[in-house]
């Protein structure tokens, strides 16, 4: 599915990389624990958390995640955001909770990693 | 090529830069996807735990055509038990830590993982130094 489907799915406010919701995604990983992200080997996974901060937008850097879906209406401070624009990575936020949204998307086709 | 830097503890907000640094630095030097990602989530968790459980250190890489050498020394206090931290799920991270997504105990065991040699200098009241060793000669990992 596209970033775009994503957001339509879990009724999703784009806050940066609006210029990238065409972008196909085929895995997703819901976690709050970054070491687990950092266990990932493949690229292209949407990354579901409920870990508003920093370090959740460093270890999608570090791991070259390009697309974060924070639940229950978190909202990313501004320095995460230029971290995140920096990088090229989309920032979505949706007011569903990680169960519900996961749920969905998997439900529509997104593919989880294990 | 040969590069330095400094690492505070305590300061969350600033964990990674060098990580993020050190990746740049790799990229521009054209190391295939696979390296870069391995080294880099081996330094990042490193840099992580001098942050959240060190007094602060430096993290020094050494680039070469066959190998990376990444050397993470920090000033203390140590780790008392070292086989037992680098048991998965062990972890005397603090709540601040948790709540910055570490502390679950894996970083020791990523590092281990993602590094070809890795040697680990440490012990109760004693600085902890870290060296780990990733070798480039692997062509596939090149692609
Ligand atoms: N640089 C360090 N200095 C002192 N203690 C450390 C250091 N790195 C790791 N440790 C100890 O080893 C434990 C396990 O580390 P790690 O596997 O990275 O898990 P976590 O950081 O999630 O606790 C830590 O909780 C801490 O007690
Ligand atoms: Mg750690």
Redesign the interface.
């Known amino acids: 599915m596209t970033l775009r489907d994503v957001v339509q799915i879990v009724d999703g406010t784009v806050l940066c990389g609006e210029d990238n919701l065409g972008r196909e995604v085929h895995l997703g990983f819901a976690s ?5 992200v ?2 990932l ?1 493949a690229d292209d996974i949407l990354l579901i ?1 409920g ?1 508003s ?4 937008i ?2 999608a ?4 995640i390009l697309q974060i879906l924070f639940v229950r209406n978190k909202r990313p401070t501004k ?1 995460m955001l230029d971290l995140a624009k920096e990088h090229g990575i989309t920032v979505i936020t949706t007011p569903y909770s990680m169960f519900r949204s996961s749920g969905l998307l998997f439900s529509k086709g997104l593919q989880p990693v294990y | 090529m040969h590069v330095s830097f400094q690492v505070q503890a305590g300061d969350f907000s600033n964990a990674g830069k060098v990580s993020s640094t050190v990746k740049g630095i790799l990229k521009q030097l054209n190391l295939g996807p696979v390296h870069v990602k391995r080294i880099i989530v081996a330094l990042y968790e490193a840099e992580v735990n001098v942050v959240a459980h060190s007094y602060g250190g430096t993290i020094t890489c050494e680039v070469e055509p066959e190998s990376v050498d990444i050397l993470v020394c920090d000033t203390g206090p140590g780790i008392p038990d070292l086989d037992l931290a680098m048991t998965e799920g062990w972890s005397t991270a603090t709540t601040e830590v948790r709540e910055m997504g570490f502390g679950a105990g894996m970083g020791l065991a990523n590092i281990r993982k993602n590094t070809d040699r890795l040697a680990i200098d440490t012990g109760e009241g004693k600085p902890t130094k870290i060296h780990m060793c990733f070798d480039l000669a692997n062509g596939a990992a090149h692609a």
Not at chain 1, 53 to 56: G, K, R
Not at chain 1, 61 to 64: G, Q, R
């Open positions: 709050d624990l970054m070491s687990d950092l266990t080997l958390t870990l901060n920093n370090q959740a460093r270890t850097e570090m791991s070259d320095t």
